[in-house]
């Protein structure tokens, strides 16, 4: 029962340069959330955006909403080698639970 | 502060053996979950517990039981292990009910292999 879908699969950049990931989802959300998981580690939570903001950003992270077309992107900037990892974004739904996409693998070469 | 903490970090099982993950949070949270990780499944739940005491069924709770022995620990038991449940296996926690749709931590979670 995935509910948001996560494009790219796998992204490959140079270090300085952007990266911007993508999630779709099918119902109506309260929030929506992004993670990153390092190599043989847990999830992290990196920001959540409500379903009423359209822009948030938090240091070099940028995730916009757009409820209307159910899609939410997440833009790294300026990535470091140190972003490398698995990008995830969970939905948060009316009286459900968080629901994980499948991830986005994110490489940075230096 | 250690905040959520699995134990064991790896396992190796035969098939038909059985053995319970362990995880303990230290955040004072009210819900704790239990997820398997697959490639190119993402993560789905196995189990969820709202509180003490009060546990609930997951996208995929068939071979699993859990049990939540206080606020601290939430415990992950495979009565009789099968090839298909080698995963890896991640703890979580949220602060407040899983209907809140807060955000949860993680451990770092058990990577088990089941032959």
């Known amino acids: 029962s995935q509910q948001g879908e996560e494009d790219p699969q796998a992204l490959s950049i140079q270090e300085g340069e952007n990266a911007t990931m993508n999630c779709s989802y099918k119902?109506?959300?309260?929030?929506l959330q992004w993670y990153r998981q390092n190599s043989g580690r847990g999830l992290v939570h990196l920001i959540l955006?409500?379903?009423?903001?359209r822009e948030k950003h938090s240091g070099r992270l940028r995730v916009t909403l757009d409820t209307s077309k159910k899609s939410s992107s997440l833009l790294i900037t300026a990535s470091r080698a140190a972003d490398t990892a698995s990008y995830f974004c969970?939905?948060?739904?009316?009286?459900?639970?968080?629901?994980f996409g499948q991830g986005t693998e994110l490489s940075v070469k230096p | 502060n250690a905040g959520v903490t699995q134990t064991p970090k790896f396992q190796v099982l035969k098939t038909g053996q059985s053995m319970t993950l362990q995880c303990a949070q230290d955040?004072?949270?009210?819900?704790m979950y239990w997820y398997r990780q697959d490639p190119g499944m993402g993560l789905r739940l196995i189990y969820y517990s709202a509180s003490e005491g009060t546990t609930d069924k997951g996208e995929v709770p068939n071979g699993y039981n859990v049990s939540r022995l206080n606020k601290r620990e939430f415990s992950l038991r495979l009565e009789s292990a099968a090839p298909s449940q080698t995963s890896v296996y991640f703890c979580?926690?949220?602060?407040?009910?899983?209907?809140?749709?807060?955000?949860?931590?993680f451990g770092d979670g058990t990577r088990l292999s089941i032959l």
């Open positions: 955040m004072n949270h009210n819900s």
């Open positions: 119902t109506s959300i309260n929030n």
């Open positions: 979580a926690s949220s602060e407040d009910s899983p209907y809140s749709n807060q955000p949860q931590h």
């Open positions: 955006i409500r379903s009423n903001e």
């Open positions: 969970a939905t948060g739904n009316q009286g459900g639970k968080l629901i």
